[in-house]
């Protein structure tokens, strides 16, 4: 018989009933060091006070009065948004996926209110953008897309890294480039700063908008406010999701005027989408997240963070290969499949995220201290010996 819940997920036999920070604990009352953090969403970790704070002050006054009204927690975190990227206005979602649909309909309809209607959009392999029909159309894996045809048209991928594929595919029917600038499922797996400079001028050369997809490695993730920073390259369009609501679902896509200009009355809309709920708490995410202080902390626990890593693996080369990634947003490249390390991480009481090309994925609270830090290396190390005592069995 079918269980009561859907089963698309491959869930590990575990389940939570409390976070504090960085830790989790299940049913029976054992911690867990959490390096998931719900998938890089829960920014400030679990139970934060000040998130606490703002949601619970939110929800004794206002949950939801739905579009038809101005919301000014709406327009506080736009503000805000705004003020801090290169964005001139925000569009608020409850996710990701809803974040990839208006980015992917705003660049159609720029096209089209041009007069020149472009339908197509150029993106790398190995990409992810969620898993409504326009985002598995735009990532283009077998593994999303398999079934569910006739998808989206006009999305063209080119193999992960290669800027000359990627050039030759931009073309005067190219409406936008859509790119992570760190992809997260695809396996932590970072754009170079020159080659963000390349997609960019590949976009300026034919006027195709360039939307980066910030869901995963944003808010705070790679120790500045949006990855792309890092590059000094700014896309036309920005999805946002995962550690904007510290938890609490929120999307935003940003854009400039310009790349928003199609978007009028009607054009776009959602029931939920920017609730006083969601953007109290979201609003209290940025001011802490966007202090440059916070910034800095990342930075430096991201440098300790990986240099503990590299000498895991130099310990390990039997199952490990190598580190990568920016910031808190790790990937522990791995010679025995990342499932199998993410297994053995429940036996040491450490949460991990599998990711495709060969990479567990370490993305902790932005808050975590360094004796969790630490700690989590001392349990990688028990993982690791674990794995090697198994294959000398
Ligand atoms: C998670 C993710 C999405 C989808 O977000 P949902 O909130 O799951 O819909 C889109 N893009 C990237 C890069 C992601 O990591």
Known sequence: MIPTVLPTYNRAPLAFVKGEGSWLIAEDGERYLDLAAGIAVNV???????LVGALNEQAGRLWHVSNLYRIPEQERLA??????????????????TEAAELALKMA???WYDSGTPRPGFVAFEGAFHGRSTGAIAAAGSEKMTKGF?????GFVQVPWGDLDALEAAVSDQTAAVIVEPVQGEGG??????????????????????????????????????????????TPDIMM??????GGFPLGAVLATEKAAAGMTVGTHGSTYGGNPLACAVGTKVMEIVADPAFLAEV?????????????????????FSGVRGEGLMLGLVCKVPPAEVVSAGYAQHLLMVPAANEAVRLLPALTISDAEIAEAVVRLDAVATAIEGAASD
């Open 44 to 50: 400030l970790g679990h139970a934060h006070p000040a």
């Open 188 to 233: 932590i797996r970072p754009i170079p700063d020159d080659d963000l400079r390349r997609i960019r001028a590949a976009c300026d050369r034919v006027g195709a908008l360039l939307i980066f997809d910030e869901v995963q490695c944003g808010m705070g993730r790679t120790g500045r406010l949006f990855a792309h920073e890092w590059s000094g390259v």
């Open 240 to 245: 946002v999701a995962k550690g904007i609501g």
């Open 79 to 96: 503000d805000r948004l705004t003020a801090e990227t290169f964005a001139d206005t925000v569009f608020f979602t409850n996710s990701g």
């Open 108 to 110: 159609r309809r720029y």
């Open 299 to 319: 930075t430096r626990k991201a440098a300790l963070f990986r240099q503990k890593l590299e000498g895991l693996v130099a310990a390990h080369p039997a199952v």
């Open 149 to 153: 045809g006739p998808l989206m048209s």
